[in-house]
């Protein structure tokens, strides 16, 4: 079993920047891959962000590319998600998920590949 914990959140205002991180405890000897995604109110989850459990292939929305930067650090079982030129539609609890990866290379963009889920953490982004 494997527990995720996001961490980072917080308000900012537009134009801002945030670092939100999600570290991974439990049965982390197993290759996972690691995505991001986010919830606003009365919307459904949505992707953010995908990276291969080796670290190597990244993915992101288009809604976030070229802002947002996820990586991760094997060694300290932490994935991280560097958020910049905040938007107010940024705004929402953030996710972080791990699926037990097929491939070290591979990335996964749905709700439904992910095996286990942080508790999430607030961001806020104001106009």
């Known amino acids: 079993q494997v527990q995720l914990v996001e961490s980072g959140g917080g308000l900012v205002q537009a134009g801002g920047s945030l670092r939100l991180s999600c570290a991974a405890s439990g049965r982390t000897f197993s290759p996972y891959a690691m995505g991001w995604f986010r919830q606003a109110p009365g919307k459904e989850r949505e992707f953010v962000s995908a990276i291969s459990s080796s670290g190597g292939r990244t993915y992101y929305a288009d809604s976030v590319k070229g802002r947002f930067t996820i990586s991760r650090d094997n060694a300290k079982n932490t994935v991280y998600l560097q958020m910049n030129s905040l938007k107010p539609e940024d705004t929402a609890v953030y996710y972080c998920?791990?699926?037990?990866?097929?491939?070290?290379?591979?990335?996964?963009?749905?709700?439904?590949?992910?095996?286990?889920w942080g508790q999430g953490t607030q961001v806020t982004v104001s106009s």
């Open positions: 998920a791990a699926k037990q990866a097929k491939q070290a290379i591979l990335v996964y963009r749905t709700t439904r590949d992910y095996d286990y």
